[in-house]
């Protein structure tokens, strides 16, 4: 499952970047997770 | 056009600063298209022009005339919007208007130098005097810094004219993005021996622009000319408006990946760039379904009267809505995969996605914003599209198009023969650059180029025109 | 009928602090992303050479190396490899010099506008080829066509030669125009583009080397 570290130096994103998608999906549900909060809190806002 | 400059309809003094900057626009719009012909024909006959005016000054000329004329429309439309939205008059109009002619001396100047000059000695004299030489922000360095201050004297107009007026959503987009995009530009501005950092720099301007700024740019520009076109609703418009910036952003900041994966950047960049930018059609899908859905909508609620109360600017607006999916969008996601891109990257591929993306995401809706101007400038209720307004949409439209599959289908041949069968290399290059159905799409290109140059013809014909006509009709 | 106002989807408030978390953490990433990214590509040393210590963009220094683009294993692609020492210009250039050169070099390269004709790391216009493993290229080497056609022994004063006069030398109809560069620059452009060849482009071009191993075997490749 996680690779063999390829690149040139090993670096952070280097490390997360050694499985199938790793780096970018980790990316991607940091960035989205947060809206999930938003979207509580809107929903709060509005039923008041 | 020429008429409105005489007899002017707009109250606005912002708007009518718009509209001047609309006039060069389209003027390096033809220099664009000039240019374009003279590089497509150099494809085809190499010995034309050559030592004289060669393939690089007539291509450098091409794609800067580009990038100028958008840049110049792009002020021209915020400059129109501007008063309108906010309701108010526009704090330093005549300190515009001071910029607006300087910006024009000094572009005039920048272009002779690049015709009649062209290149100078490896010095530091010439990026400072001459060009720069890195593609798309060639122009010297004198150049970018009177730029710095002109676009500072357009940005303290828009921004203060903002808070001293009203604050719609559409225009608190539009006062974020223009700072972003103004500021990207300090990117560009620096000398390095390292070409990697050279190249990492230079695409935080071009990628920045192109598909993050530029993007959000005609997503605030398209709000706004649906709420005046076809009256749609404000609070939904600009709840798209929102969607489309939070996709836009989401998936342009770091779709930036795809321009590092072969220029020296870690091998990291291959995922961001890869999934990130593969997210970015979908925005553009989005865009697109608004504006034939508001369209569709507002035309049944209007029963009696009709829906679209400018229909050039409408028909350039639903061209932006499809051109900008497939061009922007479909061949851009064509070629950016990592395991696609290390054959196509550097082939004409990207020529033929340049082609339909410039046109279809910034050309159309720029062109539409202009007709917009028309309206208010001889002051029109209905403008309706002439003869010469079909015929300038459909034959640019269908020439860009023309190109962009020509492009496309010699980029193929080009990846196939010289990056895949032959490993790369001079040699590989010369051989795919020669094969018959390389050569034969590089003349559909040109013939192409033509049909768009004749469309053009028919648009400046109709915006000088329709105006007046228009007028006449409703009197 | 107060529930269809209560959906969050088509809050605007909900989307406009979406959008501004969105833009605004895509942004810190990105620094921080270009942050990490600089560090590795800054160039190297002239000790990271000596101690055989690999960079991604090697010191200016790299010109007094022999440079090849070998495949690797590990990488699953080709990669410069920076090998023995070799004579540039029939001599060994000290850091200072080698920095000098590399910095004419690529100023020659923008104030003559190569990249509106070739492409660079890829990056360009694409009606001449690219040059971002030129000096490795076949056609250049010891009884390769450019090399053969204007009469010298190395691949650097080939280079430099046609360079200075690319229309006494055509090989096809489409040909580089005079551009007035001097000897001196010319100099500077043949060492920017060996710097520029030792750079890991993380295999691109792929099959480079492919073209190479023909070209060792007698093969003309092109047809």
Known sequence: ?48 | MLTSIKSNHLTSSGQRLGMMYFRVAIILFGAQLLMGLIAAIQFIYPAFLFELFDFSVARMVHINALVVWMLYAMIGATYYMLSDETEHEGVAIGLGKLAFWVLTLAVTIVVLVYIFIQIGPGKESTIWLINEGREYIEAPRWADIGIVVVVLIFYWNVFATYLAGKKTGIMTVMVANLLALAGLYLAGMFFTDNISMDQFWWWWVIHLWVEATWEVFVGTLAAYALIKIIGAKREVVEMWLWIEVLMLFGSGILGLGHHYFWIGTPEYWWEIGALFSALEPVPLIAMFVHVLYDWGKEQGINGEKPAINNGPAMAWLVTNAFGNFLGAGIWGFFHTLPQVNIYTHGTQFTAAHGHLSFFGAYATILIGTMYLGLQGAYGVKQMKATFNSKMGLFLSTFGVLGMGVALTIAGYEQVLVERAELGAGWNAFFVAQDLPWYVQAQLWRAIMGVVTLLGFVYLVLDLLTIGKKARAAEA | MAKENLSVWTSIPFWRRSAAWVTGFASILLIWLTFDTMGQISMGTEADLAKGITKRVPAPTVINYHIDYKMSEKRGHEVPVIGKKQPFFGKEWSEKEAAALLHLGKLTSQAKNCMNCHTLLGNGAYYAPDLTKAWLDPAWQKSGAMQAMTGKNTVEEAMAEFLQHPSQYPTHARMMPNLDITAEEAKGLVAFLKHMSSIDTNGFPRNFSKTVDQFKNGGTNAH
């Open chain 1, 1 to 48: 499952m996680i690779d063999q570290f390829t690149d040139v130096v090993p670096s952070f994103f280097g490390m997360l970047n050694q499985g199938p998608l790793t780096l970018t999906i980790f990316l991607h549900t940091v960035i989205v997770l947060p809206m999930f909060w938003i979207y509580a809190s809107e929903k709060k806002k509005l039923n008041k």
